[in-house]
């Protein structure tokens, strides 16, 4: 049973910074990795990509600001978050593409950027 575990998650003040953790089990490969957000009556969007080769991609409203990373040994992937924004304040949700391209999520971790 694949599973994906999110941590790292909670309250932070405007301009600070998080780093959010993926790691997922009962899988074999891993390919493309994701964290995708979800906030109050807003679609799911993805925030930044991974492949397994490292290349990345990002939301626009987080470049320069987020920057994803994976081990892949671990099968874990990385979210550091950086200068936070109140719009940033969200449900983050791991995915990850295994074989045959099925892909999987986390629970979801909430985030809140408050003051």
């Known amino acids: 049973q694949v599973q994906l575990v999110e941590s790292g998650g909670g309250l932070v003040q405007p301009g600070a910074s998080l780093r959010l953790s993926c790691a997922a089990s009962?899988?074999?490969?891993?390919?493309?990795m994701g964290w995708y957000r979800q906030a109050p009556g807003k679609q799911r969007e993805l925030v930044a990509g991974i492949t397994r080769s490292g290349n990345t991609n990002y939301a626009d409203s987080v470049k320069g600001r987020f920057i994803i990373s994976r081990d892949n040994a671990r099968k874990t992937v990385y979210l550091q978050m950086n200068s936070l924004k109140y719009e940033d304040t969200a449900v983050y949700y791991c995915?990850?593409?295994?074989?045959?391209?099925?892909?999987?999520w986390g629970q979801g971790t909430q985030v809140t950027v408050s003051s």
């Open positions: 009962g899988i074999v490969r891993v390919n493309f």
């Open positions: 995915s990850a593409v295994g074989p045959s391209n099925k892909d999987y």
